[in-house]
């Protein structure tokens, strides 16, 4: 995943807050508004050439690099 990358062993165990997704949904041109956590996150994976696959991996992902990985883990 391109983007919001973070070194494995800080991805495994950091969950990403609403206010850090909304501050890069805008800087890919997304208006946030009240999206939930879920949708945004897909709609900055889209912007950046990435699957929308957040919270769909059913426990298995090779994206071991990915930001958001703990929080898709845990949706």
Known sequence: ??????????TARKSIKMPEIKDKARGLGIAPGKMKKADLI????IAEGNTPCFGRSEGECSHEDCCFRYDCFRV
Do not use: I
Not at 1 to 10: A, C, I, Y
Not at 42 to 45: D, L
């Open 1 to 10: 995943m391109k983007g919001l990358v973070m070194p494995v062993s800080q």
């Open 42 to 45: 897909r709609f900055v994976q």
